[in-house]
């Protein structure tokens, strides 16, 4: 799983660092901290800290055959 976050996009609204702590963080209270390259273990809370973005500046790509990204839709 590769993640991707366009930081001029994100906002700071940290649903992401509440819904998938240890793949994101805030650094202060704008900066977004990520680990691009979350195991496996935590794929289901990255998915949904992409899907809970407000503007939407998570992309997941899985890499298991698929070479198109998922982008997170508004919830």
Same mark, same amino acid.
């Given at each position: 799983?590769?993640? /991707? /976050?366009? #930081?001029?996009?994100? &906002?700071?609204?940290?649903?992401? @660092?509440?819904?998938?702590?240890?793949?994101?963080?805030?650094? +202060?209270? !704008? *900066? #977004?901290?990520? $680990?691009?390259?979350?195991? $496996? /273990?935590? %794929? !289901?809370? /990255? #998915? %949904? *800290? *992409?899907? @809970?973005?407000?503007?939407? @500046?998570?992309?997941?790509? &899985?890499? !298991? +055959?698929?070479?198109?990204?998922? !982008?997170?839709?508004?919830?």
């Amino acid at each position: 799983m590769k993640v /991707v /976050v366009d #930081l001029s996009r994100c &906002q700071g609204y940290a649903q992401c @660092a509440f819904l998938a702590p240890d793949a994101f963080r805030m650094h +202060g209270e !704008e *900066a #977004l901290m990520y $680990d691009p390259n979350p195991d $496996d /273990v935590r %794929r !289901e809370q /990255v #998915l %949904r *800290a *992409a899907a @809970a973005c407000p503007v939407q @500046a998570i992309l997941v790509d &899985q890499l !298991e +055959g698929q070479d198109v990204p998922v !982008e997170a839709s508004p919830s």
